[in-house]
């Protein structure tokens, strides 16, 4: 019997307009109301999700920054594991020898090396590549709400050692570029240093935590903690990012209809896109099944 439910954000519980669609916010009200307990999973650190769950008065754990980072449904931290000053130095000496952008993200702001110029031309092509088509102006960018909540939400450094003068946890660092060959090339490096884990939600990106920070055992050890065991959770989601849950051997593991064929591989089970509001369709499977 599933008794936890872990759903990803982006591209799972949030439609393509990063917003909780009425229908899938009625399924998890469904689910909390027959007792299942509701989790997300997200790669966005804690303020990140909280700004999208806004409004929707849901009662949920957070797993957060990818596992870096664990609240209880009081929002209280109950397990973080950043990445230590010495780690991110080295990622970010070897991401400089790439064509490639990169952000620290710590459990309030993202912090970002260079000129106030570089900061904000690096803003302006990661919500290119994220949000809008490449080819926006950057007039039109600068505009949008995203840039000003991404500037808003940055400060700039001269140098890796002033993250640690700010006292911020990082528990994430994400390193995106136009240059998909040169990205990939980057990853392959990195993937042979034990200490990191790395990851991606979209092909312009990698995602990098430290190895003990995975959505899957962080959440399986959390779970643990609780008293539930494995075989009563279902996990959702559709990116790389989230291959740590669904390749586990939860209780179910569903792959969104959106989701990348990696993800749709290693999954039990495939339900509709988010914009179908896939998310609403297997609760609503689970508690049919459940007589709930």
Do not use: W
């Amino acid at each position: 019997m599933i008794k936890v439910i872990a759903s990803d954000m982006d591209g799972t519980l949030l439609g393509d307009d990063h917003r909780i669609a009425p229908e899938t916010l009625a399924a998890v009200r469904r689910a909390c109301d027959a007792g299942i307990r509701f989790m997300v999973a997200t790669g966005r650190n804690f303020p990140g999700a909280m700004e999208e769950l806004k409004g929707t008065e849901l009662t949920c754990d957070y797993v957060v920054s990818s596992g870096a980072e664990v609240r209880n449904p009081q929002q209280e931290v109950v397990k973080s594991t950043p990445i230590s000053i010495d780690l991110c130095e080295e990622v970010y000496n070897t991401a400089k020898k790439y064509p490639v952008s990169v952000a620290f993200f710590t459990d309030r702001y993202d912090y970002r090396i260079g000129t106030k110029k570089e900061i904000e031309d690096g803003i302006i092509q990661q919500i290119r590549l994220f949000s809008m088509d490449r080819n926006t102006s950057e007039e039109m960018v600068r505009k949008s709400p995203q840039y000003r909540r991404i500037a808003g939400n940055t400060k700039g450094i001269s140098d890796i050692r002033s993250l640690e003068s700010s006292g911020a946890p990082v528990y994430k660092i994400f390193i995106f570029a136009e240059d998909v060959d040169q990205l990939e090339k980057l990853s392959d490096e990195l993937r042979e240093n034990p200490a990191i884990a790395v990851a991606s939600s979209f092909i312009y990106n990698q995602e990098i935590t430290a190895v003990e920070a995975q959505k899957g055992p962080v959440l399986k050890e959390y779970i643990e903690s609780l008293g539930y065991t494995m075989e009563e959770v279902m996990v959702l989601g559709d990116s790389l990012n989230d291959y740590s849950m669904i390749s586990m051997d939860f209780g179910a593991t569903v792959a969104m209809g959106n989701a990348v064929p990696e993800i749709k591989n290693a999954a039990k089970y495939i339900t509709k896109t988010n914009n179908e509001f896939g998310v609403a369709y297997a609760v609503d499977e689970v508690l049919k099944k459940q007589g709930k």
